[in-house]
């Protein structure tokens, strides 16, 4: 009913940077936040940063000033540019969706596949 496809994990250098994409597709009604969430091995998965409908934003302290969230919403897509990457950022990074099927009143929590980041020299 509803897919959520992330893009554009993979490696990268200490201070460098990577663009994440998630896009959102299906019998959507209205998406109210997309974010995400990244969990390393060994880890519990943890909020990176959100953005709600209006564009209010929320982010981990640890990437504060690094990372930068942002949301198309006519194209049900949230970005997260990552710059100034370390080590510790290496994780799967999971993009969240709180929306509402056309058919239903209530929202729900939807989870994306995951995407790798690797951050080493």
């Known amino acids: 009913q509803v897919q959520l496809v992330e893009s554009g994990g993979g490696l990268a250098q200490p201070g460098g940077s990577l663009r994440l994409s998630c896009a959102a597709s299906?019998?959507?009604?209205?998406?109210?936040?997309m974010g995400w969430y990244r969990q390393a091995p060994g880890k519990q998965r943890e909020l990176v940063a959100r953005?709600?409908?209006?564009?209010?934003?929320d982010y981990a302290d640890s990437v504060k000033g690094r990372f930068t969230i942002s949301r198309d919403n006519a194209k049900n897509t949230v970005y997260m540019q990552m710059n100034s990457l370390k080590p510790e950022d290496t994780a799967v990074y999971y993009c969240n969706a709180r929306l509402r099927l056309v058919w239903l009143a209530a929202y729900a929590e939807y989870w994306g596949q995951g995407t790798q980041v690797n951050v080493s020299s």
């Open positions: 299906g019998s959507i009604g209205s998406i109210s936040r």
């Open positions: 953005i709600t409908s209006d564009g209010s934003t």
